[in-house]
Structure formats: C-alpha cells, structure tokens
C-alpha cells in the first residue's frame, strides 16, 4: 500500500515537515516519487520511520541514525558495526532508565509524604519555625549595625 506524505506523518504523530527534514538528511533513501514529485510511503518506509521515531525517542541523535542508515544501504558487510551501535545505545538507553527510575523514587517519596497524617499541622509548625529563625537572625543584624 502507498502512502502520502500526510498519511505517513499521521500514522507517527509527526509533521509533513519533519518527514521532510528526515528525507532531506537521508533518513529516508528508499522513499520513492511519485510522477508529480511528491514521496510515496510504502509499508517498509513505514517501519524505516518507526525506527527512526525508536531511536530519536531514545535519544540517538540524527547523525548516527544517519550513519546506521548508511550501513545499512553498504549491506552485510556493516552488520557487526550496526549490532555495536545498537549495543552502545541499548546501554544508554538502560541509564536513562536508571536515572528515571531514581527520579520516580524521589517523586514517590514526596507524594507519600504529602500523604502522610498530619503533613499539614507539620508544614505549618515548619514555616513557623522558619520564620521565628529568619526574624532572629533579622534582629541580631540589625543590632549589629
């Protein structure tokens, strides 16, 4: 099945423009015209864009999604340096998932804290010794000058 440039965009929650843009950094070789000029999408340009959308979601920057592409279109010869680009990124990926999940946990505790009985009367009793603190230390640099 053939797909216009619209159809194609759609299908991945993305522009006509960044469908160009891929295109025009060689994202998309395979992509073929139509006799008026305009790319036509077939079912196995879709799924080059699902990978493309994989890997820019995960991070991989357009130049080395370039360079895997171009690897690609070299044939056999470049499947270990495509299987090591792919390692690299799947460790980064694992870090990104990491940190995320640290981040999670520390939102997590913040939420069972708001949770907790009696947060309220504590923040209250908080602030209130904040205050207490900071008018102090007011005094003693005002009886200082």
């Known amino acids: 099945m053939n797909y216009t440039i619209n159809e194609a965009a759609q299908k ?28 036509t999408f077939t079912d196995s340009d879709l799924e080059w864009i699902a990978l493309i ?20 279109r070299q044939g056999s010869a470049t499947i270990d340096v495509r299987k090591a680009l792919f390692v690299a990124h ?27 009985p009696g947060i309220a009367s504590f923040l209250d009793e908080q602030i209130a010794k904040q205050s207490d603190s900071l008018q102090r230390k007011d005094s003693l640099y005002d009886s200082q000058i």
């Not at 959308?53 to 690609?72: A, F, H, R, S």
């Open 53 to 72: 959308c994989c890997l820019k979601n995960t991070g991989m920057p357009i130049k080395e999604i370039k360079q895997y592409v171009d690897w690609c």
């Open 90 to 116: 799947r460790q980064a990926v694992l870090r990104q998932i990491e940190e995320l999940n640290n981040n999670l946990e520390l939102i997590d505790a913040k939420i069972a804290f708001y949770e907790s």
């Open 12 to 39: 991945f929650g993305l522009s006509a423009h960044t469908l160009r843009y891929y295109d025009k950094e060689g994202l998309l070789p395979f992509v073929s015209r139509s006799h008026s000029g305009n790319r």
